[in-house]
């Protein structure tokens, strides 16, 4: 439009074509233009169908626009819903992840304490078996010294 919109965002009579660089017919006069309340004539009433025809014209535009937009911010929220529920779908098998890691972890820590233990009794077990190995080699040298004494 040219100078403003009368009320509903329908150019006013005096902007249609008035200058507005759009190529479109020169302003007209309406009705309300006519002087003293007289009668519309023909030429007025034709100027309020143009204006109108263009007002309607320009409703429709907007709302293809506005149609458009809203179709394009329902694809976004569309893609946006799917990646959220990939994201959490990952979110939850890492979490399951987590869960068997930490579980696995424990188990492990458990074994290696019992691997411990059961080390700890083998190297008790191993020391007593060279002290008395060692006994038993001090008796047989020392009755390999009556031995050999009383020969």
Do not use: F
Request: charged content about 30%; cysteine-free; glycine content about 10%.
């Amino acid at each position: 439009g040219g100078r403003g919109r009368a009320a509903g965002g329908i150019p006013a009579a005096s902007d249609v074509g008035a200058g507005s660089g759009a190529g479109g017919p020169p302003a007209l006069p309406v009705a309300s233009d006519a002087g003293g309340g007289a009668p519309p004539q023909a030429d007025d009433l034709d100027a309020e169908y143009v204006r109108l025809k263009l007002a309607l014209a320009d409703a429709r535009s907007r709302s293809d626009e506005q149609k458009l937009t809203i179709h394009k911010l329902n694809s976004e929220i569309t893609s946006l819903q799917t990646e959220l529920d990939v994201t959490r779908t990952k979110v939850s098998e890492l979490r399951s992840a987590a869960e068997d890691t930490t579980s696995a972890t424990e188990q492990l820590r458990m074994y290696a304490d019992e691997a411990a233990e059961e080390r700890d009794r083998l190297r008790a077990a191993a020391d007593k078996i060279a002290g008395e190995r060692e006994e038993l080699q001090r008796k047989l040298e020392g009755l390999t010294r009556q031995r050999d004494d009383a020969v």
